[in-house]
T-cell receptor, first 112, second 113 residues
Framework: GNSVTQMEGPVTLSEEAFLTINCTYT??????LFWYVQYPGEGLQLLLK?????DKGSNKGFEATYRKETTSFHLEKGSVQVSDSAVYFC???????????FGEGTQLTVNP | NAGVTQTPKFRILKIGQSMTLQCAQD?????MYWYRQDPGMGLKLIYY???????DKGEVPNGYNVSRSTTEDFPLRLELAAPSQTSVYFC????????????FGPGTRLTVL
């Protein structure tokens, strides 16, 4: 079956530091890949996505590249802000399916 | 657009009680989902629906039931609440699967004592 593995958290960084959150996946087909973000007390919202190999998703300074050869979709940001503090979830969905498979989530705290 | 709305926001149940978590969306999405999120864990799919009148089980359906009589509404029923059902419940909807994002409601925090 499908699965998503994220790097363990929590992650604590200082403002303007570089961020990487690792995500690898196992899938039987050719999934779309997503990063969702959950701010405190809120539901999840889409941060970025990529639907095929070598696609790069980007939004709000975050980027992730769909790497089929390494089955990875690592999230990066060059300079984090306090407002980026949240839980980040990597997820996949088969194009022929109808459900998301989530990773465990990575808690990010950015200190001023 | 209100997006995806959920009620109630919080609820405390006693063991054995029943309740219905309400979910509605105003985006005319065919696909709707119920997830539970346990502390420090990712989201687990409970049930999903691909359209009015059609529902299917997800990873963790035991102890829950759903119905989908309209495109807009997708209520989740807990018949005999157990402490293991203490969790945060999220409803979501999407236009298409595999490509489009899912839109999530704000969640219902349920405690079973």
């Amino acid at each position: 079956g499908n699965s998503v593995t994220q790097m363990e958290g929590p992650v604590t960084l200082s403002e303007e530091a570089f961020l990487t959150i690792n995500c690898t996946y196992t899938a039987t087909g050719y999934p779309s890949l997503f990063w969702y973000v959950q701010y405190p007390g809120e539901g999840l919202q889409l941060l970025l996505k990529a639907t095929k190999a070598d696609d790069k998703g980007s939004n709000k300074g975050f980027e992730a590249t769909y790497r089929k050869e390494t089955t990875s979709f690592h999230l990066e940001k060059g300079s984090v802000q306090v407002s980026d503090s949240a839980v980040y979830f990597c997820a996949l969905e088969e194009t022929s399916g109808s459900r998301l498979t989530f990773g465990e989530g990575t808690q990010l705290t950015v200190n001023p | 657009n209100a997006g995806v709305t959920q009620t109630p926001k919080f609820r405390i149940l006693k063991i054995g009680q029943s309740m219905t978590l309400q979910c509605a969306q105003d985006m005319n999405h065919n696909y709707m989902y119920w997830y539970r999120q346990d502390p420090g864990m990712g989201l687990k799919l409970i049930y999903y629906s691909v359209g009015a009148g059609i529902t299917d089980k997800g990873e963790v359906p035991n102890g829950y039931n759903v119905s989908r009589s309209t495109t807009e509404d997708f209520p989740l029923r807990l018949e005999l609440a157990a402490p293991s059902q203490t969790s945060v419940y999220f409803c979501a909807s999407s236009r298409r699967t595999g490509i489009d994002e899912q839109f999530f409601g704000p969640g219902t925090r349920l405690t079973v004592l």
